[in-house]
């Protein structure tokens, strides 16, 4: 009896929660039901149906004709009003991420059993609160180029965002795990984005930037809320509320392969500038989700897997000592080069650097203590302490390539 207690009041509480944090992704839909000359419909049985699970929700309208549904996950909805005395109403709306929907109804007069379908859904203008938001829907999702399959890539088509990892280097704020990052919005800093995922955050405050990713196609929709949030939003200033998908009536599901590789791109600038042979790159995205019912109208499910498989390599210049930087250099220098010799020596066949140039250039002196101007303006000998000729080629530059480590990353999520 104990453990059952236990489980019963585990549960509610876990219930309890997830409404919580449903609440926070989830939107809202409220009405004004009237009649043809403009009076409230008082006591109207109002219908709200998720046209994709057909999950149902109902209220009354109060003396005044409103009717509020305060939870209402994204979807696209079917409104059904019924009075006697009046026709029934259809309407459909679709609800966005954390969206206040509300809506002017009229009822015709007639029969119940008589319906009146409104075919085109009305513009949903937010009087209701002074939030501004940037909405990122499904079809944007899937339609808009990503080169990494990164959604939150999306985040600079908000007005007022601007991309800081390429503007100084600053990568907060951002998904760096998914290959992108650097995000500031609305002159906020890139650490002030608050991330969120089905109304829980979703912060990884070592990198301010986001904590999991999910795959693309787990995502359905989400939104960049940019200033005046509800209250319900504290933390930063600026909130990227990510909703995924989730199980309908119907079975649904995906596969997909995203290849980028080196066969079906140009030779990078470097590569030609230099001479060497063209760097390998091979980057395979691949995954597949699947949704469904469980139990038609009440239980669903969805699932998602992705992978990310990484091949590379590429060419690096390195400049390495030469046999006249041995000449004059320390005994000690000179053993500890022996003790740990190169795997190819320089050679000066590509590029050199002379003395005359690591002490001008390199060391910055050439405007105001140029090379042999002086007693003490140039680099000596270690052994003999002669000025060393100023045309001494002491290090040449050589092509070495690199293998990268081959890396594989999976990212799930469950719905």
């Given at each position: 009896m104990r453990r059952f207690a236990f489980l019963l009041f585990t549960t509610l509480v876990l219930f309890c929660l997830a409404t919580n944090v449903q609440a926070q992704s989830a939107g809202s839909v409220r009405g004004t039901v009237v009649d043809s000359q403009g009076g409230s419909v008082p006591d109207a049985k109002v219908t709200l149906t998720n046209v994709a699970t057909g999950v149902k929700q109902e209220a009354e309208t109060n003396d005044a004709g409103l009717f509020v549904f305060g939870y209402v996950a994204p979807a696209t909805y079917e409104i059904s009003i019924q009075k006697e005395g009046f026709?029934?109403?259809?309407?459909?709306?679709?609800?966005?991420?954390?969206?206040?929907?509300?809506?002017?109804?009229?009822?015709?007069?007639?029969?119940?059993?008589?319906?009146?379908?409104?075919?085109?859904?009305?513009?949903?203008?937010?009087?209701?609160?002074?939030?501004?938001?940037?909405?990122?829907?499904?079809?944007?999702?899937?339609?808009?180029?990503?080169?990494?399959?990164?959604?939150?890539?999306?985040?600079?088509?908000?007005?007022?965002?601007?991309?800081?990892?390429?503007?100084?280097?600053?990568?907060?704020?951002?998904?760096?795990?998914?290959?992108?990052?650097?995000?500031?919005?609305?002159?906020?800093?890139?650490?002030?984005?608050?991330?969120?995922?089905?109304?829980?955050?979703?912060?990884?405050?070592?990198?301010?930037?986001?904590?999991?990713?999910?795959?693309?196609?787990?995502?359905?929709?989400?939104?960049?809320?940019?200033?005046?949030?509800?209250?319900?939003?504290?933390?930063?200033?600026?909130?990227?509320?990510?909703v995924s998908k989730s199980g309908t009536n119907a079975f649904h599901g995906s596969a997909y392969e995203v290849y980028r590789g080196a066969g079906l791109s140009t030779t990078p600038f470097d590569d030609k500038a230099s001479g060497s042979a063209k760097s390998n790159f091979v980057r395979n995205q691949f995954g597949g989700s699947l949704g469904g019912r469980i139990i038609k109208d009440k239980l669903f499910f969805f699932g998602a897997l992705e992978g990310v498989r990484v091949r590379s390599s590429s060419t690096n210049r390195y400049f390495v000592p030469t046999q006249s930087f041995l000449d004059n250099a320390a005994p000690e220098v000179v053993s500890y080069m022996n003790a740990n010799p190169l795997s190819q020596a320089g050679d000066c066949a590509d590029r050199a650097l002379t003395a005359a140039q690591i002490w001008n250039d390199t060391e910055g002196n050439g405007t105001t203590n140029p090379y042999g101007s002086s007693p003490t303006s140039g680099l000596f000998n270690a052994n003999t302490g002669a000025l060393i000729p100023a045309d001494t080629q002491l290090f040449s530059e050589l092509p070495s390539g690199v293998r990268r480590t081959r890396a594989v990353v999976l990212r799930r999520t469950l719905g």
């Amino acid at each position: 009896m104990r453990r059952f207690a236990f489980l019963l009041f585990t549960t509610l509480v876990l219930f309890c929660l997830a409404t919580n944090v449903q609440a926070q992704s989830a939107g809202s839909v409220r009405g004004t039901v009237v009649d043809s000359q403009g009076g409230s419909v008082p006591d109207a049985k109002v219908t709200l149906t998720n046209v994709a699970t057909g999950v149902k929700q109902e209220a009354e309208t109060n003396d005044a004709g409103l009717f509020v549904f305060g939870y209402v996950a994204p979807a696209t909805y079917e409104i059904s009003i019924q009075k006697e005395g009046f026709r029934t109403s259809n309407t459909q709306t679709a609800v966005e991420v954390a969206q206040v929907v509300d809506l002017k109804i009229a009822l015709e007069i007639g029969k119940v059993t008589e319906t009146v379908t409104v075919v085109e859904s009305p513009i949903v203008i937010n009087t209701t609160s002074g939030e501004l938001s940037h909405e990122i829907t499904g079809k944007q999702l899937h339609e808009l180029p990503l080169i990494n399959q990164n959604y939150y890539n999306l985040m600079l088509l908000t007005p007022g965002a601007i991309d800081t990892g390429s503007l100084s280097g600053d990568t907060r704020g951002g998904s760096v795990g998914a290959g992108g990052g650097g995000i500031a919005v609305g002159g906020a800093r890139t650490s002030s984005i608050n991330f969120m995922l089905d109304g829980a955050e979703n912060n990884d405050t070592f990198v301010a930037g986001v904590a999991q990713d999910i795959p693309l196609d787990a995502v359905q929709e989400f939104k960049v809320q940019t200033n005046s949030a509800t209250a319900e939003y504290g933390r930063n200033p600026v909130v990227t509320n990510v909703v995924s998908k989730s199980g309908t009536n119907a079975f649904h599901g995906s596969a997909y392969e995203v290849y980028r590789g080196a066969g079906l791109s140009t030779t990078p600038f470097d590569d030609k500038a230099s001479g060497s042979a063209k760097s390998n790159f091979v980057r395979n995205q691949f995954g597949g989700s699947l949704g469904g019912r469980i139990i038609k109208d009440k239980l669903f499910f969805f699932g998602a897997l992705e992978g990310v498989r990484v091949r590379s390599s590429s060419t690096n210049r390195y400049f390495v000592p030469t046999q006249s930087f041995l000449d004059n250099a320390a005994p000690e220098v000179v053993s500890y080069m022996n003790a740990n010799p190169l795997s190819q020596a320089g050679d000066c066949a590509d590029r050199a650097l002379t003395a005359a140039q690591i002490w001008n250039d390199t060391e910055g002196n050439g405007t105001t203590n140029p090379y042999g101007s002086s007693p003490t303006s140039g680099l000596f000998n270690a052994n003999t302490g002669a000025l060393i000729p100023a045309d001494t080629q002491l290090f040449s530059e050589l092509p070495s390539g690199v293998r990268r480590t081959r890396a594989v990353v999976l990212r799930r999520t469950l719905g």
